[in-house]
């Protein structure tokens, strides 16, 4: 039977200027622990602390530019584009340019903070 969601659920961010999570699935918005799927919006000079997730991440930028860090390389996805960073990971992300950037992220198994693994 389908499950339809009339709304998503905002959730808090870490990060160092507020950036909105609109989750549709996942683990607070639908109760599923396999995949979440939320609609990002980050502003100019957003930046979150580095990650090693135990989840691969699907992110697909509507607007603007999304800047990836790894180990090894920086990543610019512009609008239009997308990325697969890959669970064990050491990632960071940021949104550095005056656009600020809209995206969708989707997370498999289901973002959580438990399994996020963020620095301090």
């Given at each position: ?20 999570i609109?989750?549709?699935f ?15 919006k ?8 580095a ?59 289901a973002?959580?903070?438990e ?6």
């Amino acid at each position: 039977m389908p499950i339809l969601i009339e709304k998503p659920t905002v959730i808090p961010a870490a990060g160092t200027i507020p950036k909105i999570i609109e989750e549709y699935f996942g683990r607070v918005n639908s109760g599923n622990e396999q995949i979440s799927i939320a609609r990002m919006k980050s502003p100019a000079g957003w930046i979150e602390p580095a990650q090693q997730p135990e989840f691969d991440e699907y992110t697909v930028v509507l607007k603007g530019l999304l800047r990836v860090e790894t180990k090894d390389k920086v990543y610019d996805v512009k609008a239009g584009s997308a990325i697969l960073t890959k669970s064990g990971e050491w990632i960071r992300y940021s949104t550095p340019f005056d656009e600020g950037a809209e995206y969708i992220a989707v997370c498999m198994p289901a973002f959580s903070p438990e399994t996020v693994h963020r620095e301090q």
